[in-house]
């Protein structure tokens, strides 16, 4: 679990984690497609060739309340380096909470063996969640600094 605080309404927050051209901005994915609904579909793609990306993961939105909860379940995952080396049911659970400062955002991961690959995998995750927690922050402060504001459409 990661989760930090925002000054962004959680319309805004919320917004973020399924608005393509937002992720594209704060996680440096080359291409996203969101179909954001119950059922729908998350994918993104990293990496300098999108005919040949490094990393794909797609997920199905299981839960979808805006602007407070995003679920994403049945993940597949790709990467040039090949799969990944044990088998999974990862599940994400983003929570958008208020806070003072504006909202909070949490990220719960759930779903990693036990084995040393997946123990591996985790920490490479907890540290990704950092990363991509300083890049949400980019992202909104850039916004704030243009004068113009994160999407909010829900």
């Given at each position: 679990m990661h989760e930090e605080s925002f000054s962004a309404s959680p319309a805004e927050l919320f917004a973020l984690l399924h608005t393509p051209s937002a992720i594209q901005a704060w996680w440096g994915a080359a291409c996203v497609v969101v179909m954001p609904e119950v059922g729908g579909t998350w994918a993104a793609a990293w990496g300098a060739d999108e005919d040949d990306p490094d990393y794909v993961t797609v997920a199905t939105l299981s839960e979808f309340d805006p602007p407070r909860r995003l679920v994403m379940s049945d993940y597949r995952y790709r990467a040039k380096a090949g799969p990944l080396p044990f088998e999974a049911a990862f599940e994400?659970?983003?929570?958008?909470?208020?806070?003072?400062?504006?909202?909070?955002?949490?990220?719960?991961?759930?779903?990693?063996?036990?084995?040393e690959a997946g123990e591996a995998f985790l920490a490479g995750c907890v540290e990704g969640w950092t990363n991509t927690f300083a890049g949400i922050r980019g992202y909104l402060a850039g916004a704030e600094a243009s004068g113009s504001s994160a999407p909010a459409r829900d």
């Open positions: 994400t659970t983003f929570e958008v909470l208020p806070d003072p400062a504006g909202a909070r955002l949490r990220v719960t991961q759930a779903g990693f063996p036990t084995t």
